[in-house]
Each structure stands twice: as C-alpha cells, then as structure tokens.
C-alpha cells in the first residue's frame, strides 16, 4: 500500500540555512528531566506524568520559521505551529501520542512564537507481516539478510542478543510489508518503531499538507 516517508524540507530558500531549524536553548531554561524540561520526553516508552515546559527552544540562527520546524532532540518528536496542528487535528494519529504546547524563540529576530511539541510512542512494530519484510544487517558495508518469520521470533532474538551484549544497531528494514490488521487501522501519521523510527504519512496527510501550502516538510513514497 502507497505511504509517504516524511522528512524535513531540505530547501533552504524556505528553511532557512541551519539544519536542524531548533536544537538549542535560550538562556535561563532548562532542559532537564528533574525540571521537566524537554528530557523529560526522552524516554522511549512513557509520557511525562505532568505537562513539560518547552517554553525555552531557539531558533538557530540562519534558520527560518515554517509550519514544521525539524530539531535535533529526538526522532519521537514533532514541532509544528497552529496552522500545522489544524491538519493534524483532522487526521488519524497512531493512537500513542500527545501534543504539548512549546514556544520557539529567534534571538535574531527578536520573536517569540507559540508551536506545539508532539511525542509518539509507535507499537506497529508487532504489525509488520515478517514473512514478507527484509531485515538486513551491516556486515563489513554489505547488507545481509535475518531470516526471522514473526514478530515473536524477532523480540526473542533481540532480547538473546541483547543480553549478551551483542546487539547489533545497524539491523534495518530493507523491505517491508505491514500487515491487514495494521491497514484496518487507517492511520495517516505514525512510525513502526523498535529498528525503524522513520515518520510515515498517508496521502491523506501528504495531500492536506499540500493542499494548506505548509512549509517545512518533503515527502518520499513508499510501499509498505
């Protein structure tokens, strides 16, 4: 079935000439976990349990404002502004997700403006149809195929090797097919997850985001 990957626009007459747009922080805030700054977003399975300040994230110099901000904190990360939100609030998002208000500060232009900041938690992993999907490994820059039939086969590799300190981080899809219990879902925004945390979007979403004229993102289709 046709999705898109999507990725931050890599035109820089539109961006700006600063990649990744916001990846620092104004003086005086502080970003840590302890008070609730934006690591508290970094674990990879769980939610804050209250509302994270973002009110201190920068705008790197030479980058410009779009709809769509990329930044360098994390891949389970999305910065959009208003106009961006009123797409998403009209969409099917993986269902693990929320959306916190941030606010995007340029010392250059001396201006201040609100975005939100949304995090994913993905579990479409487990519907990865196995059979069917290529993961490859890294071996001396060649890729070499896992055979692995099942999510369940899969998670008991990975935990065996895992636990001989063994695990390999290059393991990636080079194919893969996800299957009808996943398509029933219709999403229109989500990632896979566990060796795969690239964002994914329907035409639905390509096509409203063309549509409104919003700045920030490119897209690439895709089977899955």
Not at 33 to 50: C, K, M, R, V
Not at 77 to 104: C, G, M, Q, R, W
Not at 173 to 193: A, P, T
Request: net charge negative; glycine share 4%.
């Amino acid at each position: 079935m046709k999705y898109y990957i999507v990725d931050s626009s890599s035109d820089w007459s539109v961006v700006g000439n600063h990649y990744p747009q916001v990846y620092d922080f104004i003086k005086g805030y502080n970003p840590d976990e302890s008070a609730n700054g934006i690591f508290a977003l970094y674990d990879p399975f769980l939610f804050p349990t209250a509302t994270p300040n973002l009110s201190g994230l920068k705008l790197a110099s030479g980058a410009n404002y779009t709809d769509f901000l990329s930044q360098g904190f994390s891949g389970d990360l999305f910065l959009f502004n208003e106009k961006a939100k009123s797409v998403l609030d009209t969409i099917h998002i993986d269902k693990e997700h929320k959306i916190y208000p941030a606010k995007v500060i340029s010392l250059r232009k001396k201006m201040e403006k609100d975005y939100y900041m949304m995090k994913i938690i993905s579990e479409n992993f487990h519907h990865v149809d196995f059979a069917n999907s290529v993961i490859t490994r890294n071996v001396d820059n060649v890729k070499m195929p896992i055979e692995v039939s099942s999510c369940q086969e899969f998670m008991m590799t990975y935990r065996n090797k895992e636990k001989r300190g063994e695990w390999d981080r290059s393991l990636q899809f080079s194919q893969i097919k996800m299957s009808q219990e996943f398509y029933d879902l219709h999403l229109d925004l989500f990632q896979i997850g566990k060796i795969d945390f690239l964002w994914y979007a329907s035409p639905k979403f390509v096509n409203a985001i063309v549509a409104k004229g919003l700045t920030g993102l490119q897209f690439e289709e895709v089977e899955l």
